[in-house]
């Protein structure tokens, strides 16, 4: 692959993925616009690795807070364990079932039919887009709504909000079905599935965002390393059919194009928070909603090419 494709990629990446507008729809459509293969093993691994730059960068901005919520003892560092085991055993739980079912059902009678067939349907992708679109507008509109009504009951008990520390084990519950609701779709946005969820059962913003991303983190891992697996197994057939994989190759495309993401990443992280927490959430819903109608076109274009 070229490298000027991995950096256009790691960009979009970069910069969709704080963004509650699936960064992964963002690329996979990247991709098909460059002639790429979303499925394939080596795009793929490098999606997964694209995700682990701008992972980097979450730990790297959040750090500070983090330190002074999730580790400001024991005790808080007790209850935030307890929060991420139990929302990530919800989403593995959730995830494995849901790609078990679409490879049982989508997929009846295909040799070797894995989830990651699915990332280039450009049919899939918009009405998951569409989905998280409405999930986000509605959390949005509701904050917004809540927010103006704090505002007034500040103004006249001369009180401000303060953003807490941790999510309740609900919130997380929650938060973590929402994340296994997105792991088999592209385009169902993570860090939108989740904050949603957050906000929507009566955590902050703050508590919302910094729950999220502390997800990401404990998810990103076990993903990357589904797809070294994956890939290493499609090297191993592809030598065998006598058509090898250049394994070497893609590892290292792959991780230039995770420093490019975490550098994005990085750039776009103080505005992206920054308009979450100004009151602008439903303004990413109304994003999704038109770039599920422009996959839409995309899909139906390309068809009738």
Same mark, same amino acid.
């Given at each position: 692959?070229?490298?000027?494709?991995?950096? &256009?990629?790691?960009? =979009?990446?970069?910069?969709?993925?704080?963004?509650?507008?699936?960064?992964?729809?963002? =690329?996979?459509?990247?991709?098909?616009?460059?002639?790429?293969?979303?499925?394939?093993?080596?795009?793929?691994?490098?999606? &997964?690795?694209?995700?682990?730059?701008?992972?980097?960068? =979450?730990?790297?901005?959040?750090?500070?807070?983090? =330190?002074?919520?999730?580790?400001?003892?024991?005790?808080?560092?007790?209850? $935030?364990?307890?929060? &991420?085991?139990?929302?990530?055993?919800?989403?593995?739980?959730?995830?494995?079932?849901?790609?078990?079912?679409?490879?049982?059902?989508?997929?009846?009678?295909?040799?070797?039919?894995?989830?990651? %067939?699915?990332?280039?349907?450009? %049919?899939?992708?918009?009405?998951?887009?569409?989905?998280?679109?409405?999930?986000?507008?509605?959390?949005?509109?509701? /904050?917004?709504?809540? %927010?103006? +009504?704090?505002?007034? /009951? +500040?103004?006249?008990?001369?009180?401000?909000?303060?953003?807490?520390?941790?999510?309740?084990?609900?919130?997380?519950?929650?938060? !973590?079905?929402?994340?296994?609701?997105?792991?088999?779709?592209?385009?169902?946005?993570?860090?939108?599935?989740?904050?949603?969820?957050?906000?929507?059962?009566?955590?902050?913003?703050?508590?919302?965002?910094? $729950?999220?991303?502390?997800?990401?983190?404990?998810?990103?891992?076990?993903?990357?390393?589904?797809?070294?697996?994956?890939?290493?197994?499609?090297?191993?057939?592809?030598? +065998?059919?006598?058509?090898?994989?250049?394994?070497?190759?893609?590892?290292?495309?792959?991780?230039?194009?995770?420093?490019?993401?975490?550098?994005?990443?990085?750039?776009?992280?103080?505005?992206?928070?920054?308009?979450?927490?100004?009151?602008?959430?439903?303004?990413?819903?109304?994003?999704?909603?038109?770039?599920?109608?422009?996959?839409?076109?995309?899909?139906? !274009?390309?068809?009738?090419?």
């Amino acid at each position: 692959m070229p490298i000027y494709q991995v950096i &256009v990629l790691a960009i =979009v990446q970069g910069l969709a993925e704080l963004l509650p507008v699936s960064s992964s729809a963002h =690329v996979v459509v990247a991709e098909k616009l460059m002639g790429l293969d979303p499925s394939s093993p080596q795009m793929t691994l490098l999606l &997964v690795m694209l995700h682990t730059g701008t992972m980097f960068a =979450v730990i790297a901005y959040f750090w500070k807070q983090w =330190v002074q919520t999730y580790f400001a003892s024991a005790d808080a560092f007790k209850r $935030f364990l307890v929060r &991420v085991i139990w929302a990530t055993g919800i989403t593995l739980a959730l995830g494995y079932a849901l790609m078990k079912v679409i490879e049982h059902t989508l997929f009846k009678g295909a040799p070797k039919a894995q989830i990651e %067939d699915l990332f280039g349907r450009l %049919d899939l992708v918009a009405p998951a887009l569409a989905c998280a679109g409405i999930l986000i507008l509605i959390a949005g509109l509701r /904050e917004k709504k809540a %927010d103006s +009504a704090a505002v007034k /009951e +500040a103004a006249a008990t001369s009180l401000t909000r303060r953003p807490g520390g941790n999510v309740t084990m609900r919130q997380a519950g929650w938060m !973590g079905l929402l994340q296994g609701l997105a792991l088999p779709f592209r385009g169902f946005s993570r860090s939108g599935a989740t904050i949603s969820a957050g906000m929507l059962t009566g955590a902050t913003k703050e508590r919302a965002e910094r $729950f999220s991303f502390a997800l990401a983190v404990v998810i990103t891992p076990l993903a990357i390393g589904r797809e070294a697996l994956r890939l290493v197994h499609a090297a191993r057939d592809a030598a +065998a059919s006598g058509t090898p994989v250049d394994l070497h190759g893609t590892v290292v495309v792959s991780l230039l194009g995770a420093a490019f993401a975490f550098l994005a990443g990085l750039v776009a992280l103080k505005w992206l928070s920054n308009w979450l927490e100004n009151g602008r959430w439903y303004l990413f819903g109304i994003y999704c909603l038109v770039a599920s109608a422009v996959v839409w076109y995309l899909h139906f !274009g390309s068809r009738h090419l």
